[in-house]
């Protein structure tokens, strides 16, 4: 059994920063991805970003590229996800995925272990 758990969500201004982390334990994942995805109050579930386990290869939705970073530390089994120059419209539950497959790595349904998430709100 895989159990992930998110810490770092907060409350901030607009343009501030924030790190979200997820530490996994039960198995470690390979080739797999950890991802993080988001959703807002009344909207589907939002892929934003991926990182490839074993290879660290990263990949991001247009609408966060350039301003978060996702990382792991692979002896610590933790991920992170370093959001710079924040807006109101990321504002959501961000929830942090694991073992997932390359070829849906920004489906939700591609990932098969879950975190509880963690509220994320940034103020105009």
């Known amino acids: 059994q895989v159990t992930l758990v998110e810490s770092g969500g907060g409350w901030v201004q607009a343009g501030d920063s924030l790190r979200l982390s997820c530490a996994a334990s039960g198995r470690t994942f390979a080739d797999a991805y950890m991802g993080w995805f988001r959703q807002a109050p009344g909207e589907d579930r939002e892929f934003v970003a991926a990182?490839?386990?074993?290879?660290?290869?990263?990949y991001y939705s247009d609408s966060v590229k350039g301003r978060f970073t996702i990382s792991r530390i692979i002896v610590k089994n933790t991920v992170y996800l370093q959001m710079n120059n924040m807006k109101p419209e990321d504002t959501a539950v961000y929830s942090c995925a694991a073992g997932g497959t390359a070829w849906m790595l920004i489906r939700a349904e591609g990932y098969k272990y879950w975190g509880q998430g963690t509220q994320v709100t940034v103020s105009s």
């Open positions: 990182v490839n386990w074993g290879s660290g290869h990263t």
